[in-house]
């Protein structure tokens, strides 16, 4: 968090935290794989709420809780997602881990939880929305999205987060869960 | 087209065409405004008949024609999108490129043409969308959005482009064209 995904390095946090380098890639592998892990309890933690509060109103919730996630509780959270997402652009390897962490990250508890069916299409949906978001928000600039308040990004993106949430959806998955 | 986006290179491109690479430099710049320029008289050939066919539907019709210019005129239209992007995730430059062709681009000309308010808004969600679109099937490859049909993304996504090319949108900008 203080120098920022790019300059960040397994030798500086291992530093950090007083322990061997090769503890942390033991432990941890990649800086990739490093900051999901890290990520990840922030995102656990906003689950049991969500679960509770139901489909009404759940992709605001979603968009805001993904916000809170990235840029409440690691400052730099955003830039770390789309640092992980530009080595996804070029490295297999990134664009695996992105893909694992679709398939057993939060986001799909949290719509098995409520018992939406097509949940793997859900997550690829909504996943691909937030990448669309975050590109055009903090890679590319494109306004007005790039310095829009969060409030305002509700407004445009929660109906579509909704949407690909809740809404009935072509596919061969079979339904049953709420729509 | 023959080698794909990331093999392609201006001197290449140069000798195909039988002329000096400086010449092609000169007036096209990088590879990826070369890029950009070889796509737009496809995007342009698609707007006459879009805006003949006004805004129910639009949203379909607009996924449809984006498959259409990058992977019917284009065989490699995607790679190449997907090359500019990931040259966007790294190079300024590149960022700056998609920004102006978002700005002056076949897209913004539609909903200028439809008379739909808020354009500058619309046409930024509606590119949130593609290059979410693109680096879900292309790049970071989560399925199913990596290996459906086009009837299939269609389904999934023309509401999303609907909403975001003809709903009401909360914003500054004065409304007054069709929702």
């Known amino acids: 968090m203080e120098r920022g995904y790019e300059r960040a390095t397994i030798r500086g946090i291992a530093a950090g935290a007083g322990v061997d380098p090769a503890l942390v890639h033991h432990y941890f592998g990649s800086k990739d794989q490093l900051l999901l892990t890290a990520l990840q309890p922030a995102a656990l933690e906003a689950m049991p709420q969500l679960i509770a509060a139901g489909t009404d109103g759940l992709g605001e919730r979603v968009i805001r809780a993904t916000f809170e996630v990235y840029e409440g509780i690691h400052p730099s959270g955003w830039a770390m997602l789309v640092g992980l997402v530009r080595s996804a652009t070029t490295h297999e390897e990134a664009a695996r881990m992105l893909r694992d962490a679709m ?11 409520l018992g939406l069916p097509q949940p793997r299409l859900r997550v690829a949906l909504v996943a691909s929305e937030l990448v669309g978001l975050a590109m055009a928000r903090f890679v590319i600039g494109i306004e007005p999205i790039a310095s829009a308040d969060v409030d305002a990004i509700v407004d445009w993106y929660a109906p579509t987060f909704q949407r690909y949430l809740t809404a009935p959806l072509a596919g061969d998955d079979p339904g049953g869960g709420p729509a």
């Open 103 to 113: 398939g057993s990250g939060g986001l799909f508890m949290l719509v098995e939880a």
